[in-house]
């Protein structure tokens, strides 16, 4: 199967090559650890699972890594704000370390019901703290840092001529726009690769370090652990396009002034998912967890849709396009899965070798769409007319349901497994006896409080004639 991928380095669709033969170092940036990931996040890591399904199909071993990050992440990219894992913990009332747990936790639930492939590793920033240490100190011994007096250890951006070129940045606009938020930057691009921990202040995570005590900044970590787990030039470098204009141009910057070599040769990003627009039209912006409210995967289960029907509906859209998350398109999704599904459940074990022409014809159809910069949209809409061959045998067409899955990944070649009625959370339970109080008191207002309290949460409370209340998921 060949391959090509769209490059953002090179703003061009170019075919792949591993820089070894046989193998790919594939490196994701993971989420971080400080609330749930939205199904924003998640459409990214299904768009790098089906990158990582592609490159098996292609005859690769890939090396796939997802970092976690556990700390460093400030709230804001100046290098300015607080730590939002600190934050977090804050908003909780659980130290940092039960948040990341927790949080990582729910992460992984969400991987596996996603049917997302497990990768080689999950490194955590926190366990790789000396890997980072060495890292700057590697860079602070070429030159290519300062420090500023109780705040930490920047990189020099201005050292480093390519920096603008990856996200194609107008360094002069910047440095006209920024005097303000710049503090003691020397340029604006400049980044914290160590922050000291503010005096008198104590961090929940912190470790002793050359240059006091205090944390590594957010992007070195992405760096060390890469270059530690799949060497100093990884075949394929993955994120959403959000990262490209900070994270991933520092990622560059301090890992190649470090080594001489190129960092990544294909950097692959997925577009984002939108928000769906309020009543009057407005808001279609990007998902993100700092805006407030975001839907996560638990948040669609409860309300009755399956992690394959958002795996579908992400499916339908390519990876580099926005895609519009609303109600109605998921539905959309479901009905086109469940249509779907009535045609290759009755195909379930029944898989023969499709070896015939005809059967060979429409693999090498399918795996063109998929290798043309991963058109998944055009792989779905292949599968559904090979279902309708008449020209095909049952079992050859079985046969290809199972091949096409494996890069689809819906689990089509296995019974669907009912959607479980999710159970109505602990703080809700007593409040249903409160509401049958307030009715039988005539007190509509609190009565409509939790009622509202209920949908918030994806439930829906059902009155009984004889004066009790039932729920079901919304
Ligand atoms: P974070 O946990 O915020 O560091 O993000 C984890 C991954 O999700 C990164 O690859 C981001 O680029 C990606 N991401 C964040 N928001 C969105 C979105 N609305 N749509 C798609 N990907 C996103
Ligand atoms: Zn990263």
């Not at 936790?105 to 991987?111: E, I, N, R, T, V």
């Not at 959370?425 to 409080?449: F, G, I, T, Y």
Request: charged share 25%.
């Amino acid at each position: 199967m060949q391959l090509s991928l769209y490059n953002t380095a090179a703003r061009a669709k170019q075919p792949f090559e591993s820089l070894n033969p046989g193998v790919v170092g594939l490196y994701c940036c993971g989420p971080t650890v400080y609330h749930f990931a939205h199904i924003g996040n998640l459409r990214t890591y299904v768009f790098e699972d089906l990158l990582r399904r592609a490159l098996e199909a292609a005859g690769y071993s890939v090396k796939h890594v997802v970092n976690i990050t556990d700390v460093g992440h400030l709230t804001s990219d100046a290098d300015t704000g607080e730590d939002k894992m600190e934050k977090g913990a804050r908003r909780e009332g659980r130290s940092v370390w039960d948040i990341a747990e927790y949080y990582a936790q729910a992460f992984f639930k969400d991987w596996k019901a996603l049917n997302l492939l497990e990768p080689t590793a999950w490194p955590k920033a926190t366990d790789h703290i000396p890997e980072q240490i060495a890292l700057i100190q590697d860079l602070e011994k070429k030159g290519y840092t300062y420090f500023v007096e109780n705040d930490g250890v920047y990189f020099d951006t201005s050292k480093f001529p390519r920096y603008p070129d990856f996200a194609k940045l107008d360094i002069e606009g910047l440095q006209a726009g920024s005097r303000v938020a710049m503090a003691d930057k020397r340029n604006p691009t400049d980044f914290a690769l160590w922050k000291v921990s503010p005096s008198g202040a104590q961090r929940q995570m912190e470790w002793d370090s050359p240059w006091g005590r205090g944390f590594p900044g957010w992007h070195v970590e992405c760096s060390a652990m890469a270059m530690k787990l799949l060497g100093e030039t990884l075949d394929i470098h993955c994120g959403g396009t959000d990262h490209i204009r900070v994270h991933h141009t520092n990622e560059i910057a301090q890992s190649e002034c470090s080594t001489g070599k190129p960092f990544a040769r294909y950097w692959v990003h997925g577009g984002w998912l939108l928000e769906a627009p309020d009543d009057s039209g407005k808001g279609a912006g990007k998902m993100s967890k700092s805006a407030g409210e975001f839907v996560t995967l638990d948040v669609l289960i409860r309300q009755g849709y399956s992690a394959m029907d958002y795996r579908y509906f992400c499916l339908t859209a390519h990876y580099r396009n926005y895609l519009n998350f609303s109600y109605q398109g998921l539905d959309t999704a479901r009905d086109s899965l469940r249509n779907l599904r009535k045609r290759t459940d009755p195909l379930i074990g029944k898989a023969a070798p499709a070896n015939s022409g005809r059967a060979r014809e429409w693999k090498s159809r399918f795996l063109e769409a998929v290798g043309d910069d991963l058109n998944f949209p055009q792989a779905l809409g292949i599968l559904n007319l090979m279902l309708k061959d008449p020209d095909l045998l049952e079992g050859e067409r079985a046969g290809l349901v199972a091949a096409f899955d494996k890069l689809l990944g819906l689990g089509l070649t296995v019974a669907e497994a009912p959607v479980p009625q999710a159970d109505l959370p602990e703080d809700l339970k007593p409040l249903l006896a409160e509401r049958a109080a307030a009715r039988a008191a005539k007190d509509w207002a609190r009565s409509d409080a939790i009622r509202d309290q209920f949908k918030a949460a994806g439930f829906v409370i059902k009155d009984n004639k004889d004066g009790t209340a039932g729920w079901s998921a919304i």
